[in-house]
Structures are given as structure tokens and as C-alpha cells.
């Protein structure tokens, strides 16, 4: 494998390989993840693995904790189910300050966001739209204006990105049509309908997690 054959720079093929082994179960919840070891598996050199592991951090699939290295993120459903209700109720908060602010910079890097977002997942590249999606949110977060809503926001974020990176591929194109609605809300200024939109994507996103966590576990007991 190189990067003069590749249309996608090798790191985010790279991911992307190492991203279908996790959702397909092929690298195990938990599992400690050896660059060495990866890199002669896929073939390739440390440094494009490396940089891949960094950008399936983000997205919650992989964790790096300071010397013990990396390793597959563990679910917890529980804890998974009571932080996107909180988030529910925090993010409501920051579209509908939002969508009252109406800061046009802000609402702009909503919309980059969203396109950028969309346009991955057009182009088959689901680590890039799972990180769009995460800016997308961090982008209406900064457009409240309430800078400490990062202090809270951003834990619980790091904590449940996985739930978005493991409905990518089933949801597709509709959860852009939910960034869609979210955004065309709070740049007309409709403060409870941008409020509403953002709990049923949480919401939504979340179902799609159980459901894909109950088709893992059926097929494992085949």
C-alpha cells in the first residue's frame, strides 16, 4: 500500500481499515492496540497507523491512555444512555442560545461543518463524517457564546462520540438531514425548533446505537 496509488491520503485509508475492524468486531472492545503490530498487518509504515489511531480517538473508537498506549473503547450502554439524555438537555441549551445570538460568523462554521460533513459521507469516507459530526456540534456549542459550555459539554462528548461513529454507516444521509434542520433553525432564529431538532438527533442516533449493539450481540451467538 502507498500514497501514490491512493486517492485518500494513506492515513485515512488507514483509518478506515482499522475503523471496519473495530465496528466489525475483528479488533475486540478493550483491546490493546500495538502500532507495530497493525502496521505489518496492513502493510504499511508506523507513522500513517499512528496518525490514524489519533483520528479514531476523536471519533471514540479508540482510547490512548499516557503509558499504557491504545486501546479498543469498552461500551457501557448505561452510562452510554444517561450521558446522551444529558447532552439532550445541555446541547437544547446551547442551539437555542444559539439561534437567539444569531452571531453570523458562528452560524457559517455550523454550515462548513455540515457540508463537509455530508460530503463525506457521499464520498465513502465515514472516520471523516464522524469527526464533521463532531464539529458540527462543537461549532453550535461556540455559537451560544457561553464559553463554559465547553467545561461541560466537552467530557460527555469524549465519553459518547462512539455512539456517532458506530451509526455512520446506517444513518448516512439522514443524520445530515438532521444537521440540515438544526442548522436552517438557528439561522432563521427558531430558538424551540432548534432545540427540539438537536434532542430528536441525540435521541435518534441513540436508538440506532442499541439497535447496532443487539444486531452485534445476535450475530455473535450464531
Same mark, same amino acid.
Given at each position: 500500500?502507498? /500514497? ?5 491520503p494513506?492515513?485515512?485509508?488507514v ?8 465496528l ?30 489519533? @483520528? ?17 473503547c ?5 452510562e452510554?444512555?444517561?450521558i ?12 437555542e442560545q ?22 463525506a459521507t ?38 459518547? #462520540? ?7 454507516? @446506517? ?5 445530515? /438531514? ?5 442548522? /436552517? ?6 430558538? #424551540? ?30
Open positions: 500500500m502507498s /500514497d501514490d496509488n491512493s486517492e485518500q494513506l492515513r485515512e485509508v483509518a478506515g481499515q482499522l475503523r471496519s475492524m473495530i466489525g468486531g475483528e479488533l475486540k472492545p478493550g483491546q490493546r492496540l500495538v502500532e507495530g503490530q497493525l502496521a505489518e498487518r496492513l502493510g504499511v509504515s508506523r507513522n500513517p497507523v499512528r496518525e490514524a489511531m489519533r @483520528s479514531l480517538e476523536a471519533t471514540g473508537l479508540i482510547e490512548v491512555v499516557p503509558r499504557r498506549g491504545a486501546h479498543v469498552t461500551i457501557d450502554r448505561c452510554v444512555h444517561h446522551q439524555r444529558i447532552r439532550t438537555l445541555v446541547e437544547g441549551y446551547a442551539v444559539a439561534a437567539q445570538r444569531q452571531d453570523p460568523e458562528s452560524i457559517g462554521r455550523i454550515l462548513s461543518c455540515l457540508e463537509a460533513g455530508r460530503a457521499e464520498r465513502g469516507d465515514p472516520v471523516t463524517a464522524a469527526l464533521c459530526h463532531r464539529d458540527f456540534h462543537i461549532a453550535v456549542e461556540e455559537a451560544a457564546g457561553i464559553p463554559f459550555l465547553h467545561q461541560v459539554l466537552d467530557p460527555l462528548r469524549q465519553q459518547t #462520540e462512539l455512539v456517532f461513529s458506530v451509526v455512520t454507516d @446506517s444513518r448516512g444521509d439522514i443524520t445530515w /438531514d438532521e444537521h440540515q434542520a438544526i442548522y /436552517d433553525a438557528v439561522a432563521s432564529g427558531n430558538a #424551540e425548533c432548534a432545540k427540539e431538532l438537536i434532542r430528536q438527533h441525540i435521541v435518534n442516533a441513540l436508538e440506532t446505537f442499541e439497535q447496532a449493539l443487539e444486531s452485534t450481540a445476535a450475530a455473535a451467538e450464531r
